[in-house]
């Protein structure tokens, strides 16, 4: 079957679905046309289901996600036609809709909504802030005397209200990391014990927290990794420092020199220092409590021994690294970076980072990538090209691509399963609202 032909034959299907069985169809073979695409075929299977109320579908065929016709993906994955083709329904996921958007007081570099009860972001001016689920401001964070490049949420301290009570880590260009015990009663933000991180002789460009362990990963431009325990560092001072206003110029430098003052190289509550990059240090997520993964800009990806400090695995990748995330359980790694793809590696299927799912559609750097909390094959990515995008690695091109920001995109995440909080360089932190159809 030629690819002129392909859309003239009739293809039996035998449609199949773990859905439930209101959703379910006769899985005997009946023929379509194979110049239908997923939108045909969802009026198909809306059809024998005898919905008054059509629900929209995604398909999938031997695990690949339909975005052709039916005809030339049964071309390009080989299959006879005269077989019966096997098609997998599934809800299809809704495009983003705008929700609410706030105003902060200077560019959004960075965001955490793996909590619940409030999203986290990181600015320029040197604070972080916490924020409602609706996007009203709940309260800022101070100490940092230069910008805040990194945010990240943790468990709190034993003995805290677990449901309404966090720490939240913020990682800066003064070289430092501060952890700040935060507690939500009711619409009041109180602020408990500020401990600060010393150690990184440069810029300190992402943290995260450790899933299961009281511990974070952060990284720097001086080309080392390091790992922490939460209840580390120091008291931090209490004074509250002035709001610094930086231009726009200086705001998009990256002024990453490191400094040689012997003060700034004692490390502070640091539990390992991993080295071995040869170029900054952009990106840390953790695959487990004793595994960490680190990208930099020297085009590798590596895995560290939390417990040695040892590296583990050194990958090799097409471009520099500037974000990177392990999904549950660590079973596939997103990164982005330079090379405007976001790359999509499953290290069961292939033994080099080089040889990963390749998508492009960003027409900038692509600045943040983050994997659904619950599914386990969309990503969410954002781009210095101003848009979000949400992707399912089982296809080739995104589901949905919205222009979130006038200008640079620098941070989305996903904010429970069907809500994305996004902010940039026009200093808006906007919320969307998405999720399947059904």
């Not at 360089?425 to 919320?431: P, T, Y």
Request: glycine share 8%; hydrophobic share 35%; charged share 25%.
């Amino acid at each position: 079957m030629s690819n002129e032909d392909a859309s003239d034959v009739e293809i039996a299907v035998s449609f199949v679905t773990r859905l439930p069985e209101e959703f379910r169809v006769s899985e005997s073979a009946i023929e379509v046309p194979g110049r239908l695409t997923r939108y045909g075929l969802s009026e198909v299977v809306n059809h024998l289901l005898g919905a008054t109320t059509p629900t929209p579908f995604d398909f999938l065929i031997d695990g690949t996600l339909l975005r052709t016709s039916l005809a030339k993906l049964a071309l390009r994955l080989g299959k006879s036609a005269e077989a019966t083709l096997v098609v997998e329904y599934v809800p299809a996921l809704g495009p983003p809709t705008a929700a609410e958007t706030t105003k902060c007081e200077a560019w959004v570099s960075s965001i955490d909504g793996s909590w619940a009860k409030a999203v986290v972001t990181g600015s320029f001016d040197g604070k972080a802030r916490l924020w409602s689920p609706v996007g009203k401001l709940l309260c800022e964070l101070e100490g940092a005397e230069e910008r805040v490049c990194s945010v990240s949420l943790a468990p709190p301290s034993a003995g805290a209200d677990a449901e309404n009570a966090c720490v939240v880590l913020a990682a800066s260009a003064d070289h430092t990391l501060r952890s700040y015990a935060v507690t939500l009663t009711g619409k009041k933000c109180e602020l408990g014990e500020q401990r600060v991180f010393k150690g990184h002789e440069g810029t300190v460009t992402d943290v995260a927290s450790a899933y299961g362990a009281r511990l974070f990963a952060s990284c720097s431009v001086d080309c080392t990794a390091r790992v922490w325990k939460i209840d580390g560092g120091e008291s931090a001072n209490e004074k509250v420092t002035k709001k610094r206003r930086t231009s726009k110029k200086s705001e998009a430098t990256d002024d990453d020199a490191m400094v040689d003052d012997a003060s700034a190289k004692i490390g502070l509550g640091e539990e390992l220092v991993l080295r071995g990059h040869t170029d900054q240090v952009r990106a840390v997520s953790w695959e487990s409590p004793q595994v960490l993964w680190t990208g930099a800009y020297d085009n590798t990806i590596r895995a560290w021994d939390v417990e040695t400090g040892e590296e583990k695995e050194s990958h090799h990748t097409n471009s520099s690294v500037h974000t990177l995330d392990v999904s549950r359980g660590g079973s596939r790694f997103a990164f982005g970076g330079s090379d405007r793809l976001v790359n999509v590696w499953d290290p069961r299927e292939s033994a080099s980072a080089k040889a990963c799912l390749k998508l492009k559609s960003h027409e900038g750097w692509v600045s943040c990538v983050r994997w659904s909390p619950t599914n386990e094959h969309h990503i969410v990515s954002s781009g210095y090209d101003g848009k979000v995008k949400l992707w399912d690695i089982r296809g080739r091109v995104p589901l949905h691509s919205v222009s979130s920001h006038d200008g640079k995109n620098f941070a989305v995440d996903y904010h429970g399963g069907e809500r994305l909080c996004s902010g940039g360089d026009d200093g808006q932190l906007r919320f969307w609202n998405v999720g399947s159809s059904k």
